[in-house]
């Protein structure tokens, strides 16, 4: 496996090729976790100076994922009832203190299933404190704010900024707190998530920084909460993430504001990397010049390459020895030209109708929004 400049670490699955193959044959596609993985990325993010990491399960909900990030000291952060109600089915004893429910547009009912199961609950807009006034009267909540700009790695995950629908604006926050006062409803965290994958560590620093200065106005927050969207490298020349600049730059803001909690909520740092997804070759075909790999897997098993033009890398599990030379679009078996998961990869000119193939780095938005167009199965799912 070549790598540009940065030296990187192996991948874990570059070892247990015998066991992918072995999972593959139990039937594809099919995603396969290394839960070790996991917790070495769990054991890199948390500690000081953050005081309560959160999962954004809406990454990898699956239940071992979500049982070992607990042990690891996370807690999990939850977007829908759904989410809410399989983190609890999923995490025996779950404290319910350590979820955190962070909805968009969500209706009433899923406000009040939160409540009722007493998560921590994330408002973004004044008018729901107005419509639902009974909802918030007395409660503990905390304000997810929209900071003007935001960032990511496609425009489809920026968060922040005029055109995104999440949080409230700066220009409405005096508003909200005197809606808030009104109900007797506290805010008890300030929250920012501006996007997903952002590359740059100061982001971070500077989000907690505007959040903290912004508390100081209230004296009932307790919790500054700066969001997700660490990014990792995709890509063969992509620079591993800084994250001793990341973890610098939020203890020098926890320096000037001690009295307040730092709260994170990362999905992908998480996860990304402890996925692959597996595949079986379907067909090699070739078509005015272009050679065209088939997967029995394609934009319903991983729809990233297809929505974001991610790039994932593709390896031929099969002939691990065989130094890949032609280059072939690696496509689905979706009816829609977008059912491309790689072009012009090089690999194998041997590559053949029953080979198992390889998606790296699919652990995080993988499974979570697979679908069944043209009524094609859900992948499986492993845990090694
Ligand atoms: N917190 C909130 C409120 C979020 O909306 C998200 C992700 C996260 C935390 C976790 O973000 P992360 O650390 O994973 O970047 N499907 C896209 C990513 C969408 C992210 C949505 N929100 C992708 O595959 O790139």
């Avoid at 496996?1 to 596609?29: D, F, N, Q, S």
């Avoid at 508390?215 to 800084?242: K, R």
């Avoid at 099969?318 to 496509?331: C, K, L, T």
Wanted: glycine letters at 10%.
């Amino acid at each position: 496996i070549a790598h540009g400049r940065v030296a990187r670490p192996t991948p874990w699955w570059v070892g247990k090729r015998a066991a992918l193959l072995e999972r593959a044959r139990a039937g594809t596609p099919r995603y396969v976790y290394d839960l070790a993985t996991v917790r070495e990325r769990a054991r890199a993010l948390r500690g000081d100076p953050v005081d309560r990491p959160f999962y954004a399960i809406k990454a990898n909900a699956h239940p071992a994922i979500l049982r070992a990030l607990v042990e690891e000291g996370f807690g999990l952060e939850c977007v829908s009832q759904g989410e809410l109600e399989h983190a609890f089915a999923s995490v025996p004893g779950l404290a319910p203190e350590r979820v955190l429910f962070t909805p968009s547009f969500a209706p009433r009912r899923e406000f009040e299933a939160a409540f009722a199961r007493g998560a921590h609950v994330n408002v973004d807009a004044i008018e729901a404190l107005q419509r639902w006034p009974e909802l918030f009267r007395g409660r503990s909540i905390g304000l997810r704010l929209d900071l003007g700009h935001g960032d990511g790695h496609h425009e489809k995950v920026v968060t922040g900024g005029a055109e995104a629908k999440f949080g409230l604006p700066l220009s409405r926050f005096d508003a909200f707190v005197a809606e808030a006062r009104r109900l007797g409803a506290r805010i008890a965290a300030l929250h920012a998530h501006l996007g997903s994958g952002i590359e740059d560590p100061r982001h971070w620093r500077e989000v907690y920084a505007t959040l903290a200065a912004l508390a100081e106005g209230l004296d009932s927050v307790e919790t500054i909460d700066v969001g997700g969207g660490l990014p990792i490298p995709y890509t063969p020349d992509a620079e591993p993430f800084d994250l001793a600049a990341w973890r610098a730059g939020l203890a020098e803001v926890k320096a000037a504001y001690p009295r307040y909690r730092l709260a994170i909520e990362p999905g992908r740092y998480l996860v990304a990397e402890a996925g692959v997804l597996l595949a079986s070759a379907t067909q090699v075909v070739e078509k005015d010049g272009v050679r065209r790999v088939g997967l029995d897997a394609g934009m319903n098993a991983l729809m990233r390459p297809a929505l974001y033009d991610a790039w994932h890398a593709i390896h031929n599990l099969s002939r691990p020895d065989d130094e890949g030379a032609v280059a072939f679009d690696v496509v689905g078996p979706i009816c829609e030209s977008s059912d491309v998961l790689g072009r012009a990869r090089l690999l194998p000119a041997a590559t053949a109708e029953g080979d198992t193939m390889l998606i790296a780095d699919a652990g995080a938005y993988g499974m979570t929004m697979a679908n069944t167009y043209n009524l094609r199965a859900l992948p499986a799912e492993d845990v090694l």
